[in-house]
Nanobody, 117 residues
């Protein structure tokens, strides 16, 4: 599975950005996709995930501000980010996973989101 992320950039606090991640290759049986982020000097953390059935999960820090969605026909997942704050500044990574005997994770290249105050 190859993941191509796009949509990062520089935005002022209170602004919005939308990230996209397109999956290609062996996309059969992808169980879920999502976004993680890593801020400077911090550990990577989950931002939001969405399963193949459309069930979503969000980090508490982004609930009510971020919305994850997917276009199954285009094998693409989106992250709409509203009311952005400087604390949201990070490199955002797209993730896809398959569940078999174990969990198989696939990662895209990071896309930098910078929120200025």
């Amino acid at each position: 599975v190859q993941l191509q992320a796009s949509g990062g950039g520089l935005v002022q606090a209170g602004g919005s950005l939308k990230l996209s991640c397109a999956a290609s290759g062996s996309i059969f049986a992808i169980n879920g996709m999502g976004w993680y982020r890593q801020a400077p000097g911090k550990q990577c953390e989950l931002v939001a995930t969405i399963t193949s059935r459309g069930n979503t999960n969000y980090a508490e820090s982004v609930k009510g501000r971020f919305t994850i969605s997917r276009d199954n026909a285009k094998n693409t997942v989106f992250l709409q980010m509203d009311s952005l704050a400087p604390a949201d500044t990070a490199v955002y990574y797209c993730n896809a996973y398959k569940l078999g005997f174990t969990r198989y994770d696939y990662w895209g290249q990071g896309t930098l989101v910078t929120v200025s105050s």
